[in-house]
């Protein structure tokens, strides 16, 4: 079964985005077709306010619905009508008998008598002074058909543009003593309406590209910064995990102190970390057949000359070697194992601030007793080269650390005779801690002491079986796991070896 792709984080929110948007976009639609209404609305609810005190006049001053009286009354209240380009009275059969635009009136009551030139955002220049002679060109036989047969009881409200202009204009019925007596229409130019929409849809759409614009720079900093970094990285574990022999570089990323950087180093140090640990097994796991094979060949020989021998003490010679071999297998398969899983527990340990005086002053105590129960007569003595008033702490690993001092005494312990002294000396520098461990034995015979460190180094032909030759090489990967040093050497003044192990002090 072919497996699905999954979509990139990148993908997913450019998707996620483009359906916000959406979204909004309908929302800002239906905004937008409902300004001018509203808008048209709110002018119209002031032309009803114009239309009941024209009403209220009319009855107050019992003003006769004919083309004279209305006259007189348009120039008696002109000051009801300045704010408006045109006011028209009409018959309930719909005539027209007064009209703002038609009578001889002083210019200065209906309209200003300069011309207003304007510009628009365009660039356009429009002439607002020619606004009266646009209305003058309505279409009197439409409104009269709008009276007849379109009007319901309630005011009709009429929005249209003339030539590149927009107009309100509300009709409405004049009634006197609960009696129809005609007509008014409300006329007014209102640009502002559309100028108004106009910049909302203009402010919408600089919104809108501003958001996106927005989006487009963070998503190419998303896919550049993070999302290609994070591909690159899954595409190295993979290659680590598949054992590809393509090379994927991801040293770029050292240089960048942010999460991405951190996360680089430490899938870096951890993949290094894990080939070591696979490498160390693979050459712990060679190095160990390699080892069983020799006394495994012994042992196969020791049994086959066992069997054709009838000598009693060639015999005896014979059980003694199988029997050396047995426990020299058994010892190297014991101390292996103990040694896996010493090496996996380390990962799991948390290192803390010990005392490294107490740590050697405790071993060399256990030791001294066991000594003292075995009736050997070997010193064993602490010395402080230098006093530090803080102390002498390390960053460690408590038990491990004991381990390593116990596994260097009792290599200096099986190396010493009867009336010997083993000295531990601790020394302090700036920086560091250091132990060293001095022996009066018959010292290093090898031209290189650090051979001892080696795995399944042993030179103890006396004591065959006993020693598997991991101690020395356990207690070097203990050391490194603190991050110190550990060295080995023949002493200078006088006989016996030395051993060196170096820590970071804790401070």
Do not use: C
């Not at 660039?123 to 036989?141: A, R």
């Not at 029997?323 to 058994?330: G, L, M, T, V």
Request: no cysteine; hydrophobic share 40%; aromatic share 8%.
């Amino acid at each position: 079964m072919k497996q699905k792709k999954s979509a990139s984080i990148l993908r997913k929110f450019l998707l996620f985005n483009l359906a916000v948007f959406s979204v909004l976009g309908l929302f800002t639609i239906f905004y937008l077709k409902a300004i001018q209404p509203n808008l048209v609305k709110k002018r119209t609810s002031n032309h009803y306010i114009i239309i009941d005190n024209t009403v209220d006049h009319l009855e107050r001053l019992n003003i006769s619905f004919n083309a004279e009286d209305i006259r007189t009354f348009l120039l008696s209240t002109r000051f009801l009508f300045q704010s408006l380009d045109r006011v028209q009275f009409f018959s309930t059969d719909g005539n027209l008998i007064g009209d703002t635009n038609i009578l001889d009136l002083d210019q200065n009551v209906f309209t200003r008598s300069d011309t207003i030139i304007e510009e628009t955002i365009d660039g356009q220049i429009k002439d607002k002074g020619n606004s009266k002679k646009l209305i003058k060109k309505q279409n009197k036989n439409l409104i009269k058909e709008t009276i007849l047969n379109k009007y319901n009881n309630e005011p009709l409200t009429i929005s249209e543009n003339i030539q590149n202009n927009f107009f309100v204009s509300t009709i409405s019925r004049i009634e006197i003593q609960k009696e129809v007596v005609g007509y008014i229409v409300v006329s007014e130019e209102a640009n502002d309406i559309l100028n108004a929409v106009k910049e909302r849809k203009d402010f919408i759409i600089r919104t809108v590209l501003a958001v996106a614009l927005v989006i487009l720079i963070f998503s190419l900093f998303l896919n550049k910064y993070i999302l290609k970094p994070v591909g690159l990285l899954v595409k190295f574990s993979d290659s680590i995990k598949k054992k590809s022999s393509k090379n994927i570089d991801i040293k770029n990323f050292f240089v960048r102190d942010d999460e991405i950087g951190k996360l680089t180093k430490s899938i870096d140090e951890m993949t290094k970390e894990l080939q070591k640990r696979t490498t160390r097994a693979e050459t712990f796991s060679n190095d160990l057949a390699h080892e069983i094979r020799n006394p495994l060949a012994s042992l196969k020989s020791a049994s086959e000359l066992l069997d054709k021998t009838t000598d009693k003490m060639e015999s005896e010679k014979l059980l003694t070697i199988i029997n050396h071999d047995a426990e020299r297998i058994e010892r190297l398969i014991t101390d292996y194992s103990q040694m896996l899983k010493d090496e996996a527990s380390w990962s799991r340990e948390q290192m803390s601030k010990v005392n490294l005086i107490e740590i050697i002053n405790n071993v060399a105590d256990d030791f001294k007793q066991d000594l003292k129960n075995q009736n050997k007569n070997i010193l064993i003595k602490v010395k402080k080269k230098s006093v530090s008033t803080n102390g002498h702490y390390v960053l460690g690993i408590e038990n491990r650390l004991e381990q390593v001092i116990a596994n260097l005494l009792d290599n200096s312990i099986s190396f010493s005779e009867e009336n010997k002294k083993i000295e531990i000396e601790v020394e302090e520098t700036s920086n560091n801690l250091v132990i060293l461990i001095k022996d009066e034995g018959p010292g290093f015979s090898e031209t290189s002491p650090q051979k001892i460190f080696k795995r399944f180094y042993s030179n103890r032909p006396k004591s065959f079986g006993k020693h598997s030759g991991l101690g020395l090489n356990i207690v070097k990967n203990i050391v490194e796991l603190h991050e110190g040093t550990i060295s080995a050497s023949n002493r200078l003044n006088k006989g016996g070896a030395q051993v060196e192990v170096l820590l970071p002090k804790f401070s």
